[in-house]
């Protein structure tokens, strides 16, 4: 089936903290993974995503990891800023065949100064 | 910035009424995804264009149609709103069809429905 899990649902950590976010996949066949960063009022932005031959891809203070076998990849982000606060979407293509991607419901992260 | 524009930005609209909303891709980009997002959930697709044809669509019903131009610009449009069509609706464009692509987003126009 089409699903995309992604927890938890709310993060709040002290600014300078790191922050985890996880996602679960269902279809083995998928091969590229993106996140989202969607501020209030504004569209999703893309921050990182990750490819299915490649284990860990790391931008500054954000890295994704992927665990093919376990169909799950997870949003790093290391010492945490104010501006950091938002809420972050994972995301996966849906089963071969068809052309959309299916979006984790979101984890509304609160860095605390 | 991700170069995709769409408009308007807000809309207000009454049950039964028709909305078209519009979407300008990114420059070098084919293909324009729509999505809607409730308040509070993911996006959720609804279709995909690609070179002016639609080649995917979501679970939404025939009501919601689309166009895409030879520029590659889009629109969205939604016949007899209901309330539950009330939602922020996202276009995003991505340099080739399918997933597998970056895909970029615009700031959503956000539909109210009464």
């Known amino acids: 089936g089409e699903n995309v899990e992604q927890h938890p649902s709310t993060l709040s950590v002290q600014e300078g903290d790191s922050a985890v976010i996880k996602c679960t996949y269902s279809d083995s066949a998928s091969n590229y993974f993106p996140w989202y960063k969607q501020e209030l009022g504004k569209g999703p932005q893309l921050i990182i995503d990750?490819?299915?031959?490649?284990g860990e891809k790391k931008d500054q203070r954000i890295a994704v990891t992927l665990n093919k076998t376990a169909k799950h990849f997870s949003l790093h982000i290391t010492e945490t800023q104010p501006e950091d606060s938002a809420v972050y979407f994972c995301a996966a293509p849906s089963p071969r065949g068809t052309y959309k991607y299916i979006f984790g419901t979101g984890t509304r992260l609160k860095v605390l100064a | 910035e991700t170069g995709v524009t769409q408009s308007p930005t807000h809309l207000i609209k009454t049950r039964g009424q028709q909305v078209t909303l519009r979407c300008s891709s990114q420059?070098?980009?084919?293909?324009v995804s729509w999505y809607q997002q409730a308040l509070g959930q993911g996006p959720q697709f609804i279709f995909q264009?690609?070179?002016?044809?639609?080649?995917g669509r979501g679970n939404f019903p025939p009501r919601f149609s689309g166009l895409q131009f030879p520029n590659y610009s889009s629109e969205l449009n939604v016949n007899a709103l209901e309330l539950d069509d009330s939602a922020l609706y996202l276009c995003?464009?991505?340099?080739?069809?399918?997933?597998?692509?970056?895909?970029?987003f615009g700031q959503g126009t956000r539909l109210t429905v009464v």
């Open positions: 420059s070098g980009h084919n293909t």
């Open positions: 995003a464009s991505s340099q080739l069809q399918g997933t597998g692509t970056e895909a970029f």
């Open positions: 990750i490819r299915s031959n490649v």
């Open positions: 264009y690609y070179r002016e044809e639609e080649n």
